[in-house]
């Protein structure tokens, strides 16, 4: 079965760079979702889309920006990244929105040196 | 704001053996939902079980059971038969209907002793 696509899997950036996350939903699922998971952390959930809406916002840096696309596919955009950014980076997608089952993809990992 | 405690940090068992993992949480609303991921050392997250909390009716997935206890707003995982592949880091998470954020628990590590 498909599952959900990451890319990059691995990303390594200076600070004060900027990095674009990109995540392809599981086909005919139309939310998508954006973790971050810090070292020795659970995973804090940053902002979602329904429909190429925003439907929920978490804790997310004003320097984060995210949006979905047509195709259904998001991207997460960061800006003047900062060490504490690094972390592992989830995209996750349902069928429908609240109280359906997240499908995880595998994650970007981001370092920030 | 919801919050999902998960008080054993790390857990251990034999293999073979039957592991409960504890989760409570926090909120001051009746209809939500409630999971279990399993995040193993690939870092994967796996969705294990999930509950919905009108179901009175305790979730079940093969060697996986949840113990729903909605008046003491409790979520614990039930493991029988553990296996190696069952090592893990596992997440209670909760969601709020209408929501579209999952809130996560700290986390408990599991080992599975062979």
């Known amino acids: 079965a498909a599952g959900v696509i990451q890319s990059p899997r691995h990303l390594i950036k200076e600070k004060r760079e900027t990095a674009t996350l990109k995540c392809y939903p599981i086909p005919r699922h139309d939310t998508v979702y954006w973790y971050q998971q810090g070292p020795g952390q659970d995973p804090q959930f940053l902002i979602s889309?329904?429909?190429?809406?925003?439907?929920d916002k978490g804790s997310i840096p004003d320097r984060f920006s995210a949006q979905q696309f047509s195709d259904y596919h998001s991207e997460l955009n960061m800006s003047s990244l900062e060490l504490g950014d690094s972390a592992l980076y989830f995209c996750?997608?349902?069928?429908?929105?609240?109280?359906?089952?997240?499908?995880f993809g595998p994650g970007t990992r981001l370092l920030v040196l | 704001a919801q919050t999902v405690t998960q008080s054993q940090p790390e857990m251990s068992v034999q293999e073979a053996e039957t592991v409960t993992l504890s989760c409570t949480y926090d909120t001051s609303e009746s209809d939500y939902y409630l999971f279990w991921y399993k995040q193993p050392p690939s870092r994967q997250m796996i969705l294990v079980i999930r509950?919905?909390?009108?179901?009175?009716q305790n979730a079940t997935e093969n060697r996986f059971s949840v113990n729903f206890q909605k008046a003491a707003k409790s979520f614990s995982l039930k493991i029988s038969d553990s296996q190696l592949g069952d090592a893990a880091m596992y997440f209670c998470a909760y969601e709020e209907k209408g929501a579209q954020k999952l809130v996560f628990g700290q986390g408990t590590r599991l080992t599975i002793n062979p």
């Open positions: 996750a997608s349902s069928p429908q929105g609240s109280g359906t089952t997240q499908y």
């Open positions: 509950q919905e909390a009108y179901k009175q």
């Open positions: 889309f329904y429909e190429k809406m925003q439907s």
